[in-house]
C-alpha cells in the first residue's frame, strides 16, 4: 500500500525548535516530489514547498521562505518540515503530500497525503 | 501568485440533489486544475486532476470540466458521504495555489 505516515502531534513554546517527519513507504521515494501543507484552524489549505528526495531540489512558497526548511533523508524515505525558532502563528495541522505524475511534467495535485501533524505552540 | 476563489463558500443540499461548485483562476491556468475532498479532522483526497481527470477510486457521480480560468466541479446526486469541503487547486505555476473551499451541508 502506498501511504505516507507523518510524526505525532507536538505541543511546543514560542521560541523553541522543531522538526516533523513523513516516511512514505509503499513506491519508489526518490522518484516523486513530496510537499507540505499548512491548515491554520478552521482554516483553508495553504501550500508551503516541495522536495524532489531524488537530489534533494526544493522549492518554497513565498510566503514561507525563510520561515521553514524542507529537507529529505532517502535512505530513510522521510521528508522533514522544521522550525527554528516556533511562533504561536505556527499553530496548525501539517500535512506532507506526494505531488502525483498523472500528468506528464511538473503540473500534478497531490494523489497520496499523509495524516497529518498538529501542532501547537503555545 | 495566482489567486483562486471558489464559490459559493457553503451551500446546503438534500441527499440527491445535484451540486455545482465554482473555481476561478486570476489569470489563464489552461486545464491544471485540481479537486480535492475534505472530511472533518481527515486530510484531504484528490477527486479530479486536470480539470476534468477523475482519479482512481473516486465515484463517477463527481466530475469536473473547465479551462482557462473557469472551472466547476459537479457532484450529480449527492450522497451522504459526500457532506465535506471541497478545495481547488491550481498547478499552472508555483506556488500551487488553492481555493478557500467550499463546505457542503446537509439540508
Known amino acids: 500500500e502506498v501511504q505516507l505516515v507523518q510524526s505525532g502531534a507536538e505541543v511546543k513554546k514560542p521560541g523553541e525548535s522543531l522538526k516533523i517527519s513523513c516516511k512514505g513507504s509503499?513506491?519508489?521515494?526518490?522518484?516523486?516530489?513530496i510537499g507540505w501543507v499548512r491548515q491554520m484552524p478552521g482554516k483553508g489549505l495553504e501550500w508551503m514547498g516541495i522536495?524532489?528526495?531524488?537530489?534533494?531540489?526544493?522549492r518554497y512558497s513565498p510566503s514561507f521562505q525563510g520561515q521553514v526548511t524542507i529537507s529529505a533523508d532517502k535512505s530513510i524515505s522521510t521528508a522533514y518540515l522544521q522550525w527554528s525558532s516556533l511562533k504561536a502563528s505556527d499553530t496548525a495541522m501539517y500535512y506532507c503530500?506526494?505531488?502525483?505524475?498523472?500528468?506528464?511534467?511538473?503540473?500534478?495535485?497531490?494523489?497520496?497525503w499523509g495524516q497529518g501533524t498538529m501542532v501547537t505552540v503555545s | 501568485d495566482i489567486q483562486m476563489t471558489q464559490s459559493p463558500s457553503s451551500l446546503s443540499a438534500p441527499v440527491g440533489d445535484r451540486v455545482t461548485i465554482t473555481c476561478r483562476a486570476s489569470?489563464?491556468?489552461?486545464?491544471?486544475l485540481n479537486w480535492y475532498q475534505q472530511k472533518p479532522g481527515k486530510a484531504p483526497k484528490l477527486l479530479i486532476f486536470?480539470?476534468?481527470s477523475l482519479q482512481s477510486g473516486v465515484p463517477s457521480r463527481f466530475s469536473g470540466s473547465g479551462s482557462g480560468t473557469d472551472f466547476t466541479l459537479t457532484i450529480s446526486s449527492l450522497q451522504p458521504e459526500d457532506f465535506a469541503t471541497y478545495y481547488c487547486?491550481?498547478?499552472?505555476?508555483?506556488?500551487?495555489?488553492f481555493g478557500g473551499g467550499t463546505k457542503v451541508e446537509i439540508k
Open positions: 503530500a506526494r505531488r502525483g505524475i498523472m500528468v506528464r511534467g511538473d503540473r500534478n495535485g497531490f494523489d497520496i
Open positions: 509503499g513506491y519508489s521515494f526518490t522518484s516523486y516530489w
Open positions: 522536495i524532489y528526495p531524488g537530489d534533494s531540489d526544493t
Open positions: 489569470q489563464s491556468i489552461s486545464n491544471y
Open positions: 486536470a480539470a476534468s
Open positions: 487547486q491550481q498547478s499552472y505555476s508555483t506556488p500551487p495555489t
